[in-house]
């Protein structure tokens, strides 16, 4: 059997986020029941619940992506002064950009599930913010950064996939430039690359405020998620064609790779 027909990589991705962001929520919650990690609470339970009834996500995800929430949100001194405000952001462009030219895709056969995403699914997007903010402590001042990188590149992808299939036209491999159908992994197209790169500049445009990030942390939170997007094509033109990874684990790595790429150029800069 292929491995991408399997749903061992989506467990795994499942085991390696919400028990984590569980404990570290928990942790936060314990730490200081404020008022504002009170309301960071009530904001994560409350978006889980419309996220469900929207059908933006199943049950399952929708409280998967409630507990990744609480963990973005605990701990800052207002929701506004978190990463919440660029999550809904994600949220936001995602949900419509799913919705775009829906009857042009169950056409071409690649129209999202309507019951939304599934627990995997939204771990897989979000699980390497929810991770992050989870060892902030261990990270400083580059949390935010890293966490955005994440956010962007999910953003990025979710835009570049679902709105390339409407306005792209016929999109083609990373890997050799082949024009190929509609909804094969790893391919792109020029119109979805870039909806796919301002899905993401909105995101950390958002982050510069309520996060706080300078200048050049803002550049180096939007170049690591358009870096996390081609390695999201490339994972995709390969390994998942093959069968050696499985959509989720692609989107997990990718956010992971965007996060990498973040730290790795701010590590750098801080070199010099």
């Known amino acids: 059997m292929r491995l991408n027909e399997q749903s061992w990589q989506s467990w795994l991705v499942l085991a390696a ?8 929520a928990l942790r936060f919650s314990i730490a200081s029941w404020s008022g504002p990690n009170q309301a960071a609470l009530g904001i994560s339970l409350a978006l889980a619940l ?11 995800g929708a409280l998967t992506g409630g507990v990744i929430t609480a963990v973005l949100t605990l701990g800052a001194s207002a929701w506004y002064r978190s990463a919440l405000p660029a999550l809904l952001t994600l949220f936001v462009l995602t949900w419509c950009a799913t919705r775009f030219g829906r009857v042009q895709k169950q056409k071409l ?13 939204v771990a897989a997007n979000l699980g390497v913010a929810g991770l992050t903010a989870a060892i902030a402590p261990t990270v400083g001042r580059s949390y935010g950064v890293l966490v955005i990188a994440a956010l ?33 992994d790893g391919a792109i ?59 989720d684990a692609v989107n997990f790595l990718s956010t992971l790779a965007a996060s990498l790429i973040a730290a790795v150029i701010l590590a750098a800069c801080r070199g010099r």
């Open 17 to 24: 986020v919400v028990p984590w962001c569980a404990a570290a």
């Open 50 to 60: 419309l996220v469900s009834l929207a059908r933006a996500a199943t049950p399952p």
């Open 109 to 121: 056969g690649v129209a999202e599930d309507k019951r939304g995403r599934n627990a995997a699914q």
């Open 152 to 184: 962007a590149e999910a953003t990025a992808d979710t835009l570049a996939s679902e709105l390339g299939e409407v306005l792209g036209g016929p999109p083609f491999l990373l890997t050799t430039l082949y024009r190929v159908e509609p909804g094969t």
């Open 189 to 247: 197209s020029l119109a979805g690359t870039m909806a796919g790169m301002s899905g993401a500049a909105i995101v950390v445009l958002v982050a510069v405020p309520t996060l706080g990030l300078r200048l050049g942390d803002a550049v180096v939170a939007g170049s690591a998620a358009v870096g996390g997007l081609f390695v999201d094509s490339l994972l995709g033109a390969t390994a998942e064609r093959i069968g050696w990874l499985n959509n």
